[in-house]
């Protein structure tokens, strides 16, 4: 497997400003970008697969970038854990647009769960001055409804320090809070853990998650009576999204409900539906036909 490009830009904040990192597969010049957004504890490199197979089959002729959101990855901890919401989010995703903009003719963008609400947020609004339209927009298992029990189970385990004695540990440790990922081989999630933990300074071996625990802070703060508030504004901008679009869903999410999903086929953008079997919250698009729907739905 060859690597992406590891690029930084600057973004404004309410203090000095912060760096947020992103990856690059494929050609520098190429005006077709698709963008893929990484979900709430995860990173770029989940997408490293994807933007393989797309590049692959766009015969090179394709630009793949893959955000580190802020407090993830290689991307800069906010001062104020308060930053660490979709809006604020949004606002890096509009500066990482305004980059790219010289080479980008044609936009695409693959959200995997929070990742598919900045994406919502950024297509949804249409006084935003885009560099170009969003043409195709992938939301993996992601919608304007989330269910109060998924955000009670993630709950349980974002932000929490943990330090790990190896990469196989942590590894383990992941899997047992992620199965509802899907199957997935043994060499598969330790390549999809690999990116998740970084060194523990002054140790050989031990690592420790990647993200800033406080994006905690503003995810431990919701009720079910914000979140619920919080509906309406969601299918405001669904409703208000042009791109052609494709919902992804695992058939045993508990983040998406199959009901929701149907909604999101008969309004707004009247996406395409499309569930995966045995698999939960979320599709990591490892798998080949996972990763065949969204490169078909992009490239055909």
Sequence with gaps: MSDPKLNYLPCPDSGAGHRMAFWEWGDA????????????????????????????????????ICPDVVGRGKSDWLTDPQGYQVPFYAG????????????????????????????????????????VPVRRLVLNDVGPVIQWDSIVRIGLYLGRVVQFDSLQQAADAMWAVSGSFGPHTPAQWLELSRHMVKPVPGSATAVTLHYDPAIAV????????????????????????????????????????????LQMTARGPKARLVEFAG??????????????????????
């Design 29 to 64: 010049s190429a005006s077709h970008v698709v963008v893929c957004v990484h979900g709430l504890s995860r990173q770029g490199r989940d997408f490293d697969v994807l933007a393989q197979a797309l590049v692959e089959r766009a015969g090179g002729a394709l630009r793949v």
């Design 279 to 300: 698999v939960g919250h979320a599709p990591t698009l490892i798998a080949a036909d996972q990763v065949d729907t969204v490169v078909r739905f992009l490239l055909d």
């Design 92 to 131: 890096d995703m509009l500066a990482l647009l305004a980059h790219l903009k010289p080479q980008t003719q044609t936009l695409d963008w693959v959200g995997t769960s929070m990742g598919g609400l900045i994406g919502m947020a950024v297509c949804g609004q249409q006084q935003i001055p885009l560099p």
């Design 218 to 261: 503003p995810f431990g703060a919701l009720t079910r009576e914000t979140a619920a508030q919080g509906e309406a504004m969601l299918w405001q901008l669904y409703d208000a999204i042009q791109a052609q679009t494709l919902l992804l869903r695992g058939a045993e999410s508990d983040l998406l409900s199959h009901e929701t999903a």
